[in-house]
């Protein structure tokens, strides 16, 4: 079974960063549209950003704009969400999701959970004083 493998979590401080990585020795990831997204507890889980496969267009919530960047790295098949200025509310589990269906309409589909085909496990970043 394909799985991907998210890290980079832990604790950090309001104002501060992480740089969280997505891997898999299963599948080649530039074929894929990479998103991330974040469950906080209560909460449904959510869009954080996403690169396409084919143009690797960025997409990002408008909550996490300006402070998270998206980038690939093919050759070490991994995909990174780097996260600056750092906040109480982007305390969640991370995850990181492949989709073989992107297309025209990624821009307004990208954040829909039910696009995407293979899922990791998470990985907890919590950001507390």
């Known amino acids: 079974q394909v799985q991907l493998v998210e890290s980079g979590g832990g604790l950090v401080q309001p104002g501060g960063s992480l740089r969280l990585s997505c891997a898999t020795s299963?599948?080649?990831?530039?074929?894929?549209?990479i998103g991330w997204f974040r469950q906080a507890p209560g909460k449904e889980r959510e869009g954080v950003s996403c690169v396409g496969s084919s143009d690797a267009s960025t997409y990002y919530a408008d909550s996490v704009k300006g402070r998270f960047t998206i980038s690939r790295d093919n050759a070490k098949n991994t995909v990174y969400l780097q996260m600056n200025s750092l906040k109480p509310e982007d305390t969640a589990v991370y995850y990181c999701?492949?989709?073989?269906?992107?297309?025209?309409?990624?821009?307004?589909?990208?954040?829909?959970?039910?696009?995407?085909?293979?899922w990791g496990q998470g990985t907890q970043v919590t950001v507390s004083s």
């Open positions: 299963r599948l080649t990831l530039d074929y894929y549209a």
């Open positions: 999701a492949a989709s073989i269906e992107y297309g025209n309409n990624w821009p307004g589909v990208w954040a829909n959970t039910y696009e995407y085909d293979y």
